[in-house]
């Protein structure tokens, strides 16, 4: 029997529906989100994603301004214009587009963002109060994965939930946010023994690791529920790190790639923006 696709172009344009008529009742309120992407050098696939950010903000009804600095920028005049967007008023929301140039340290960089501006979650602050299951700001990629599994009515409580990939911006916030919410959670790394036999108990599979199809269907256990975070590009293709076809065949529900996890990034960066507005008020 084939999975249930999970529709991450669906469920995000039914949030974004939302996240738009809340931007237009706070703007009458004379509250228009307000979201700073600041960009650094001239890497291709951080404009990209840079663009389709503020694309997205624009069709939401948010303010959205974006700053393109020169690959040779000095690390003072990037901790300066991060200064400059926490102390005005009319931007709720700082991103700063990884990876920096080499020369730069984004560990200071990250830091230096107002922990109430930083809708990407990465702020040590808020990785603290993640940590402590107080979050502030949730990082927006395993947020959206969270969405989805509510949206789609997956019970977490007492499930079994492991994560493949234990990053600071996917896995780990990810291994957080589902042991809050009940799940018994393993948190996979490249070190892992037997990833297969982990993989075979979980009720709840995140793949988050950036190697195309590394995960096949006789990895899955009948039923469970498989999301794919990966983004790999093979032959000039988009797939993730499951191994769709092989997948479908075992899985209750499956993420496609694209169509899944993608989407709902960039939209739990509006509602993040949203959220920030709300506080300040
Ligand atoms: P990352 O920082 O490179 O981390 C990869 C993680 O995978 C590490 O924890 C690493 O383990 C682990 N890993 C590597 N090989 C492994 C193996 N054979 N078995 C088990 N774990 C292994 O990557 P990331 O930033 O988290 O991104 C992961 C993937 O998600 C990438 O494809 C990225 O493009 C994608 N992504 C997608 C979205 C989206 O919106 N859909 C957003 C962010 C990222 P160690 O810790 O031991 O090194």
Redesign the pocket.
């Known amino acids: 029997m084939s999975a249930q696709i999970i529709s991450g172009t669906e469920l995000a344009a039914s949030i974004r529906e939302t996240i738009a008529t809340r931007a237009a009742e706070l703007t009458t309120l004379g509250h228009k989100p307000g979201l700073a992407v600041v960009l650094v050098g001239d890497d291709p696939a951080s404009r990209v994603y840079v663009r389709n950010k503020v694309s997205a903000c624009e069709k939401a009804g948010f303010k959205s301004v974006m700053y393109e600095m020169p690959e040779n920028t000095s690390q003072d005049a990037l901790v300066g214009l991060v200064q400059q967007l926490n102390a005005d008023p009319s931007i709720h929301g700082i991103l700063v587009q990884l990876p920096l140039p080499k020369h730069l340290d984004s560990h200071v960089v990250i830091e230096t963002i107002s922990a109430a501006k930083d809708v990407d979650g990465f702020h040590i602050s808020n990785a603290g109060l993640l940590m402590t299951g107080k979050p502030l700001f949730r990082p ?2 395993p947020y ?1 994965v969270m969405k989805m599994l509510e949206l789609t009515g997956i019970e977490l409580r007492g499930a079994e939930a492991v994560v ?8 780990k916030p990810q291994a957080m946010l589902l042991l809050q919410q009940g799940a018994t959670v393993t948190l ?5 023994k037997d ?1 297969k036999s982990h993989c075979q108990r979980a009720d709840i599979l995140v793949v ?4 195309p199809n ?1 995960i096949t269907g006789d990895m899955i256990k009948p039923g469970a529920v498989v999301i794919d ?4 590009r093979v032959d000039g293709k988009l797939c ?2 499951v191994d769709f076809d092989s997948a479908k065949e075992v899985a209750g529900w499956i993420t496609p ?1 694209p169509g ?3 989407p ?3 939209t739990m960066l509006l509602q993040n923006t949203i959220e920030a507005v709300e506080r300040s008020l």
Do not use: Q
């Open positions: 927006c990629t959206g493949i990939g234990a990053s600071n911006i996917v896995g996979c790394n490249s070190k892992t990833l988050a690791v950036g190697r590394m975070v990966g983004i790999n993730g790190d790639v899944g996890v993608g709902m990034t960039i």
